[in-house]
């Protein structure tokens, strides 16, 4: 109830003018099977930062490399979950440059894969976010997370707090960048992003009291603005 009454008063909430009070640019909202329930600019084209590393995952999972070859310290499975937990970049570049074929070849499946999913807006031109040639629209990227739904890899790093990985004496701490995890809520896929041309994002499918629901919102004015906001779009009653 304190969640929600915070939410409310955070983004004045009203019927008529509820899509003003929310900062991002571009958001959509739609059921489990993809059907809009609500959005705005939702066919914008835009950067989406680190929203790419879950295609990056996915095609890294697809080429079915050994989850347990050492890349630098770690396993290809926990660079796999550093990338997606905690966002790490340097996890997200060592397993595109450890790709059959390499990073060309990674950046490659991964707009073949875009094409695949009918992402016909979707260019990927590296595997971290960093730059702001990713682009893509919350209409597409909703195709995204219901294909990443289906990563069993994806869906466990979605609902981690924070992963712990000892490397002989040495303890790796890892946040989620979506601090809510474990909190509230049931998510079955979560990536935040941020860049300064994106701005604030995240995607997710979670469980709510009105059902299961898919959120993008991207061009959120900053870090802090983009959770509460994707919460309040997912629960609000429309």
């Known amino acids: 109830m304190f969640n929600k009454l915070l939410l409310y008063f955070l983004l004045v909430l009203s019927a008529p003018s509820y899509s003003q009070t929310v900062t991002a640019q571009s958001w959509i909202v739609t059921n489990e099977d993809g059907a809009i329930i609500q959005a705005k600019n939702h066919g914008e084209v835009r950067s989406i930062a680190s929203i790419t590393k879950l295609m990056s995952a996915m095609v890294v999972i697809d ?71 990713n682009i893509s629209t919350a209409e597409e990227l909703v195709r995204l997370v219901l294909a990443a739904k289906e990563y069993p890899e994806i869906v466990q790093a979605s609902q981690t707090p924070m992963i712990q990985i000892k490397i002989q004496k040495k303890w790796f701490f890892f946040k989620n960048t979506n601090p809510i995890i474990g909190q509230r809520h049931t998510f079955i896929v979560s990536k935040t992003g941020w860049t300064t041309p994106a701005g604030g994002c995240i995607v997710m499918m979670l469980d709510t009291e009105v059902g299961k629901r898919v959120v993008v919102v991207l061009g959120s004015k900053n870090t802090k603005t983009r959770i509460p906001e994707a919460e309040f779009i997912a629960t609000y009653d429309y």
């Open 63 to 133: 080429a079915k490399q050994d989850p347990n070859e050492k890349i630098g310290k770690f396993t290809r499975v926990q660079h796999i979950q550093m990338s997606l937990v905690g966002s790490s970049n340097e996890s997200a570049l060592l397993l595109c440059e450890k790709f059959p074929g390499g990073k060309s070849q990674c950046v490659h499946n991964m707009n073949l894969k875009a094409q695949s999913l009918g992402m016909v807006n979707t260019k990927f031109v590296e595997a971290t976010g960093l730059s702001p040639m």
